[in-house]
């Protein structure tokens, strides 16, 4: 119904920047809230931010101030713009958004299938 795709992982080192991408695609009739959580090995999956489709914003405790989140409604995409990157940030990181499909009724959440980010030392 609806499928969102993450890019701009890789490998960054300690201090760096990176700017990841999710774009949504499919049935859509309206986005809603969109965001990122990561997860890194054997620790579960945590906030990093989200927006509102008006462009209120929340982050998560330990990125706040080195994070910055945005997004396009008309290209349906979210962006995370990550500064001042630590070791500790390494993590799958995921998009994740609320939607309404013309395929079903009511609001649903989605997933992405994650993207890598690697902060060396």
């Known amino acids: 119904q609806v499928q969102l795709v993450e890019s701009g992982g890789g490998l960054v080192q300690a201090g760096g920047s990176l700017r990841l991408s999710c774009a949504a695609s499919?049935?859509?009739?309206?986005?809603?809230?969109m965001g990122w959580y990561r997860q890194a090995s054997e620790k579960q999956r945590e906030l990093v931010a989200v927006?509102?489709?008006?462009?209120?914003?929340k982050f998560g405790d330990s990125v706040k101030g080195r994070v910055t989140i945005s997004r396009d409604n008309a290209k349906n995409t979210v962006y995370l713009e990550m500064n001042s990157l630590k070791p500790e940030d390494t993590a799958v990181y995921y998009c994740n958004a609320y939607a309404n499909s013309w395929l079903s009724s009511g609001e649903h959440e989605y997933w992405g299938q994650g993207t890598q980010v690697t902060v060396s030392s």
């Open positions: 499919g049935s859509i009739f309206r986005i809603n809230d």
């Open positions: 927006i509102t489709r008006g462009g209120s914003d």
